[in-house]
């Protein structure tokens, strides 16, 4: 599934109120509901402000309404002004102290919703991560990398960006102009009328001339976005191969044609957000206009038309800005339904467990036996395992050999249940494996392969994986039983060394000893080893084989996938697999008279 797939919704206002409620907890809709009680009272707070304005263009036009005003003429007398211009300073200092008020408590509502958005932001994130690492390992590994980094980490933000803080700025704006105009309708029934005339209609024609385009160009952005992510990580990833094959500008011209269309869209997006701002400074214009032209050739000239062009002046000043808000928020809305549909694009690969996950360890005794295992990919009809079945006793040795493609990774990959089988069973001393069990059987695990995960971090981080109580003594024993203890010794910095990004301060045979010490601090049972020192010199590899013949004392179940067949020397039985089929079992002795 694909961006491709994506289909814009009729009504994008109403959909993104709907996903903003499935994708919100139980305590962040309830800071809504408390965010927007304190957006309703900043909104009142700035029409009081505004309608402050107009008493104080009366009294600076006409000064006998101070003593007319039964309000003003009150104050007046209280703090017994001496004249009239010394009442209006009066009145303009108390209007710049409530403006400064209104303001300041403004920016903490500002600060309250930015701080919900950037917690819902940081939920949904969570509730991706979580999301992803509950698909099983064969849906998981078909989704791109970038598709999966764009999923989890760009599309969270963007979404809260651009769906949830404008639907804020819609609530909050949308209150402040309905009570501006309600507050315009009680001043004045031709002003109101005029505005809901010239501003109104005005707007509604520029958001639909934009919509379609806005929608156009965030689709866009979102597809091209993982192109421009994939194309510069193959470049650094492959930093080796393409300095050697001479193609840097090829790569370079791969991704800054990317990066390109990204940023025309970008900036398309940006002209899209600024044209209603323009557009209506030349509507807000018109109408002042239109009301001096209605002066001149209307009216009788006196001073109240004066006033209602102060007032529509007034209006204009608030209810622009928020116009424009709540416009460019409709139109961020509409261009990004596509963050929407990011998040649950895969939703319909998450399977429904039948079971609960059971915590309990499962008992390991006595052997593993594979019944009858069969297995083909998703879609195929080939089957890469077919009927196999064999035992291994607890503290063997077993290893596998065969061409690439016999079946070898496969089957270690149902053995640590990442695929599952489809015929036969597992079973751990004689019981079968269930799907409850996957976690619970994984924590005996232990899985060494050839290009092994590393962290940059500590060597001690990297054993560990990052546990924040270490058990130093069992620490210091994997380490000894990894055979990495002298190498720790000669570090300035010990176990806590960096090893760099991927592992680059270290050797091949050192990143293969830090897996093989993972696994055993993990307490695994069970190790599985594949291919785990084919990209090893021999002299490294048999180095790594000691140390992995040597767990052999420690009564560890071992399974070895290797190409050398020197890896496989100390191995109780070696099966060799054919076209997905055991096609031999031998001694390690056997197999070189074999092979010879």
């Given at each position: 599934?694909?961006?491709?797939?994506?289909?814009?919704?009729?009504?994008?206002?109403?959909?993104?109120?709907?996903?903003?409620?499935?994708?919100?907890?139980?305590?962040?809709?309830?800071?809504?509901?408390?965010?927007?009680?304190?957006?309703?009272?900043?909104?009142?707070?700035?029409?009081?402000?505004?309608?402050?304005?107009?008493?104080?263009?009366?009294?600076?036009?006409?000064?006998?309404?101070?003593?007319?005003?039964?309000?003003?003429?009150?104050?007046?007398?209280?703090?017994?002004?001496?004249?009239?211009?010394?009442?209006?300073?009066?009145?303009?200092?108390?209007?710049?102290?409530?403006?400064?008020?209104?303001?300041?408590?403004?920016?903490?509502?500002?600060?309250?919703?930015?701080?919900?958005?950037?917690?819902?932001?940081?939920?949904?994130?969570?509730?991706?991560?979580?999301?992803?690492?509950?698909?099983?390992?064969?849906?998981?590994?078909?989704?791109?990398?970038?598709?999966?980094?764009?999923?989890?980490?760009?599309?969270?933000?963007?979404?809260?960006?651009?769906?949830?803080?404008?639907?804020?700025?819609?609530?909050?704006?949308?209150?402040?102009?309905?009570?501006?105009?309600?507050?315009?309708?009680?001043?004045?029934?031709?002003?109101?009328?005029?505005?809901?005339?010239?501003?109104?209609?005005?707007?509604?024609?520029?958001?639909?001339?934009?919509?379609?385009?806005?929608?156009?160009?965030?689709?866009?952005?979102?597809?091209?976005?993982?192109?421009?992510?994939?194309?510069?990580?193959?470049?650094?990833?492959?930093?080796?191969?393409?300095?050697?094959?001479?193609?840097?500008?090829?790569?370079?011209?791969?991704?800054?044609?990317?990066?390109?269309?990204?940023?025309?869209?970008?900036?398309?997006?940006?002209?899209?957000?600024?044209?209603?701002?323009?557009?209506?400074?030349?509507?807000?214009?018109?109408?002042?206009?239109?009301?001096?032209?209605?002066?001149?050739?209307?009216?009788?000239?006196?001073?109240?038309?004066?006033?209602?062009?102060?007032?529509?002046?007034?209006?204009?000043?608030?209810?622009?800005?928020?116009?424009?808000?709540?416009?460019?928020?409709?139109?961020?809305?509409?261009?990004?339904?596509?963050?929407?549909?990011?998040?649950?694009?895969?939703?319909?690969?998450?399977?429904?467990?039948?079971?609960?996950?059971?915590?309990?360890?499962?008992?390991?005794?006595?052997?593993?036996?594979?019944?009858?295992?069969?297995?083909?990919?998703?879609?195929?009809?080939?089957?890469?395992?077919?009927?196999?079945?064999?035992?291994?006793?607890?503290?063997?040795?077993?290893?596998?050999?065969?061409?690439?493609?016999?079946?070898?990774?496969?089957?270690?990959?149902?053995?640590?249940?990442?695929?599952?089988?489809?015929?036969?069973?597992?079973l751990v001393d004689g019981i079968p494996l269930k799907p409850s069990q996957k976690q619970s059987w994984r924590n005996l695990i232990g899985y060494v392969k050839q290009d092994i995960f590393l962290l940059d971090g500590s060597i001690r981080e990297n054993i560990t994986l990052g546990d924040a109580k270490v058990d130093e003594e069992r620490l210091q024993r994997c380490i000894k039983q990894a055979s990495l203890d002298k190498l720790i010794e000669g570090l300035p910095a010990g176990v806590n060394s960096?090893?760099?990004?991927?592992?680059?301060?270290?050797?091949?045979?050192?990143?293969?000893?830090?897996?093989?010490?993972?696994?055993?601090?993990?307490?695994?049972?069970?190790?599985?080893?594949?291919?785990?020192?084919?990209?090893?010199?021999?002299?490294?590899?048999?180095?790594?084989?000691?140390?992995?013949?040597?767990?052999?004392?420690?009564?560890?179940?071992?399974?070895?996938?290797?190409?050398?067949?020197?890896?496989?020397?100390?191995?109780?039985?070696?099966?060799?697999?054919?076209?997905?089929?055991?096609?031999?079992?031998?001694?390690?002795?056997?197999?070189?008279?074999?092979?010879?």
């Amino acid at each position: 599934m694909s961006d491709e797939n994506f289909v814009q919704p009729s009504n994008s206002f109403i959909n993104s109120i709907k996903s903003v409620r499935k994708h919100t907890n139980g305590a962040q809709k309830r800071k809504i509901g408390a965010l927007s009680i304190l957006v309703f009272f900043s909104a009142v707070m700035d029409v009081v402000g505004l309608a402050a304005v107009l008493p104080l263009i009366q009294a600076g036009t006409d000064t006998k309404m101070i003593h007319t005003n039964k309000y003003l003429s009150a104050v007046y007398n209280y703090f017994e002004f001496s004249t009239d211009k010394s009442f209006v300073l009066f009145l303009i200092g108390c209007l710049l102290a409530y403006f400064l008020f209104k303001t300041a408590f403004g920016i903490f509502v500002n600060w309250l919703q930015a701080r919900l958005t950037a917690d819902i932001a940081v939920y949904i994130t969570q509730n991706q991560f979580i999301k992803y690492y509950k698909l099983d390992f064969l849906d998981f590994s078909a989704i791109k990398s970038s598709l999966l980094m764009r999923n989890i980490l760009y599309n969270p933000t963007s979404y809260v960006q651009w769906i949830v803080q404008p639907l804020t700025m819609i609530l909050s704006e949308f209150i402040i102009v309905l009570l501006i105009i309600g507050a315009i309708a009680y001043y004045d029934l031709f002003l109101f009328g005029f505005i809901l005339v010239t501003i109104g209609p005005a707007t509604y024609l520029v958001y639909s001339a934009l919509k379609k385009r806005g929608t156009a160009v965030g689709v866009g952005i979102d597809n091209v976005f993982p192109y421009a992510l994939s194309s510069l990580t193959e470049a650094i990833s492959g930093y080796i191969d393409i300095k050697l094959a001479g193609k840097e500008d090829n790569y370079r011209k791969r991704y800054l044609k990317h990066l390109k269309n990204y940023q025309e869209l970008q900036q398309s997006a940006y002209l899209l957000s600024m044209i209603p701002i323009r557009t209506n400074e030349i509507i807000a214009l018109l109408g002042i206009i239109l009301i001096f032209m209605y002066a001149l050739f209307l009216s009788d000239g006196s001073a109240d038309v004066l006033i209602m062009v102060g007032a529509f002046a007034a209006a204009a000043y608030r209810l622009m800005p928020s116009m424009n808000r709540i416009l460019n928020s409709f139109m961020y809305i509409n261009k990004n339904q596509v963050s929407i549909y990011n998040l649950e694009i895969f939703d319909e690969l998450l399977k429904e467990e039948n079971e609960n996950p059971d915590p309990a360890p499962v008992p390991f005794n006595s052997s593993i036996k594979f019944d009858r295992i069969s297995f083909s990919f998703p879609k195929s009809d080939k089957q890469i395992l077919k009927n196999l079945t064999f035992e291994v006793k607890k503290g063997e040795k077993i290893g596998f050999v065969g061409s690439s493609g016999s079946g070898k990774t496969t089957l270690m990959n149902i053995l640590l249940r990442f695929y599952n089988e489809n015929s036969g069973q597992i079973l751990v001393d004689g019981i079968p494996l269930k799907p409850s069990q996957k976690q619970s059987w994984r924590n005996l695990i232990g899985y060494v392969k050839q290009d092994i995960f590393l962290l940059d971090g500590s060597i001690r981080e990297n054993i560990t994986l990052g546990d924040a109580k270490v058990d130093e003594e069992r620490l210091q024993r994997c380490i000894k039983q990894a055979s990495l203890d002298k190498l720790i010794e000669g570090l300035p910095a010990g176990v806590n060394s960096q090893i760099g990004e991927k592992g680059n301060n270290l050797s091949g045979g050192q990143r293969q000893r830090i897996g093989i010490a993972r696994s055993l601090y993990r307490n695994a049972e069970i190790l599985i080893f594949d291919e785990a020192t084919s990209a090893l010199d021999n002299k490294t590899e048999n180095e790594v084989t000691e140390s992995i013949d040597s767990l052999s004392e420690t009564n560890k179940t071992i399974f070895i996938i290797a190409h050398r067949i020197t890896t496989l020397r100390n191995c109780d039985r070696i099966y060799e697999l054919k076209n997905g089929e055991i096609s031999g079992v031998f001694s390690y002795r056997e197999l070189v008279e074999k092979v010879l």
